[in-house]
């Protein structure tokens, strides 16, 4: 039973990890150059789009499982606990990122 957990938490750090790598892509997912601020303002950003993707995932699962019920399906607590928010391979790390408030793009 301990074995089976520690593995569990083994796997849920690696796929943390795995989510990380695959949003930092740019330069192999290395910190080749800046100094110390630079780093931390990289560090930090990729933190908020890690946390933004697990954000995502877990409304969009809440959503999921809001919609099955509604539709009278139901699931066992120890089946949902199973579903991890740690899934990274829908996103689409190329693209524009707009972060404005308003949605115009200029960030005003």
Known sequence: MLRQQV???LNRGEARHD???SLFFADH????AGD???IRNRTS??????KAVLGYNTLRIAQVLEQAQA???TFAPEAIA??????YRHVSVNGTYDFALDGSGRGE
Request: glycine share 8%.
């Open 45 to 50: 950003c990729l933190r908020l789009l890690s």
């Open 7 to 9: 593995r569990t938490q």
């Open 71 to 73: 539709q009278g399906h």
């Open 19 to 21: 989510r990380a790598r």
């Open 36 to 38: 110390d601020d630079q």
């Open 29 to 32: 997912g290395m910190f080749r």
């Open 82 to 87: 199973h579903v991890s928010p740690l899934m």
